[in-house]
């Protein structure tokens, strides 16, 4: 006897980068040999101001935190410029895309984003009965560039939610502000979801400012890659009050402990750690981008404006499954773009920018495959 609704039967989950401990075990390779390129974590770690911040709040676990999370919210709200009340703290930016599909998607109707994309868009859509619709069409396949007009086009008048990331993932293509502009007043119906989980690393300050703009934009970012708390779990949204006030309403209660309210509020003073991974990011992706002109059996799609990028694989003889098994035995953690995007086939790897060793690690095994 199966309980579940209808569509849950056969669930589909994410496919999250492997972690270190199974290449270690699996292939025998030292830990401290592998190249962890799947997951675009931070290079340097955890940024120390917010470290500090939840050692100094462990005296505080037996307390409720504001349900709003509200120091935390203050305190985005005065580093962007915006009321506390226009944002919405979650357990990293996956728990908002999950609220905003509840309350922005009746079901049965669509939700538009590009193909491929960040996959939890088009998960969370199919778990809750609503219709992911991936404009893979909207895709340019050499370059991965969007083209908007495609894009604008597909948009019908049943679509309530329509997904732009900026960066991209997995390309780390990049939109500039009057095509992201476009998309926003091409559908006054919709809810536009601008996601920059990644925009540090595109050393511009990203949209953001936008949300005060258009009341039909939510804009998001994650404390998981620039600042480096992929594990405490801590994005927020930014949009008008309706909107926050709707998604509040879906909101379990208390979902951010103390702990992830005083981490992210000592995160956004920590400049200083911020300035030095966007530094090692912005000057390993040229670095490996030099070096990738050394492989004639793979292409890097130039123009990442992210901590990764895709590789294309011209061989016609292999795939990107075998690739992604040849580099395991070599101690290198990717991702298998025909497992970790849809529509993304077997073509295509998404590998991280990290530190110079690993850019290297990487670069010298692919050449070294067989
Ligand atoms: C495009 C994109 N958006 C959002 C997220 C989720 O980030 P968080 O850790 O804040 O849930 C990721 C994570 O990899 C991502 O790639």
């Given at each position: 006897m199966h309980y579940a609704h209808l569509g849950l039967e056969t669930p589909e989950y994410y496919v999250p980068g492997l972690p270190v401990d199974y290449v270690a075990d699996r292939y025998g390779i030292p830990l401290a040999d592998i190249a962890k390129l799947g997951s675009a974590e931070n290079p340097h770690g955890a940024s120390p101001l917010a470290a500090a911040a939840v050692q100094e709040c462990l005296d505080k676990l037996h307390l409720y935190p504001s349900w709003t999370a509200d120091p935390l919210r203050e305190k985005i709200a005065e580093t962007y410029g915006f009321n506390p009340e226009e944002?919405?703290?979650g357990a990293g930016e996956t728990e908002i895309l999950s609220l905003i599909?509840?309350?922005?998607?009746?079901?049965?109707?669509?939700?538009?984003m590009p193909g491929p994309c960040f996959p939890i868009y088009h998960l969370f859509a199919e778990a809750e009965g609503r219709t992911p619709v991936l404009v893979h069409e909207a895709t340019n396949r050499q370059s991965m560039e969007l083209d908007v007009d495609i894009y604008i086009e597909a948009i019908e008048a049943d679509t309530r939610i329509v997904y732009i990331t900026n960066p991209h993932s997995p390309s780390g293509t990049w939109l500039e502000e009057k095509d992201v502009r476009r998309i926003i007043e091409a559908c006054p119906n919709s809810l536009v979801v601008l996601d920059e989980a990644y925009v540090h690393y595109s050393d511009t300050p990203g949209y953001i400012h936008l949300a005060s703009e258009y009341e039909n934009l939510a804009v998001l970012r994650t404390f998981s890659k620039a600042f480096g708390l992929a594990g405490l779990r801590i994005g927020f949204g930014v949009a008008s009050k309706p909107v926050i006030d709707a998604?509040?309403?879906?909101?379990?209660?208390?979902?951010?402990?103390?702990?992830?309210?005083a981490g992210g509020v000592a995160a956004l003073?920590?400049?200083?750690?911020?300035k030095q991974t966007v530094q090692t990011i912005v000057q390993n992706r040229a670095y490996v981008q030099g070096r990738f002109g050394e492989l004639d059996r793979f292409r890097m799609i130039s123009g990442s404006r992210s901590n990764?990028?895709?590789?294309?694989?011209?061989?016609p003889d292999t795939n990107s499954t075998k690739v992604f098994q040849e580099l395991l035995k070599r101690g290198v953690i990717v991702?298998?773009?025909?497992?970790?995007?849809?529509?993304?086939h077997d073509r295509f790897l998404r590998c991280d920018v990290?530190?110079?060793?690993h850019m290297d690690r990487l670069v010298d095994a692919l050449a070294d495959l067989p």
């Open positions: 944002i919405i703290c599909t509840r309350a922005f998607c009746p079901p049965h109707n669509k939700i538009q998604l509040l309403a879906v909101k379990p209660t208390w979902n951010m402990g103390q702990l992830q309210i003073d920590d400049e200083a750690h911020v990764f990028f895709l590789v294309e694989i011209l061989d991702k298998d773009g025909s497992i970790s995007f849809r529509g993304l990290n530190l110079r060793p």
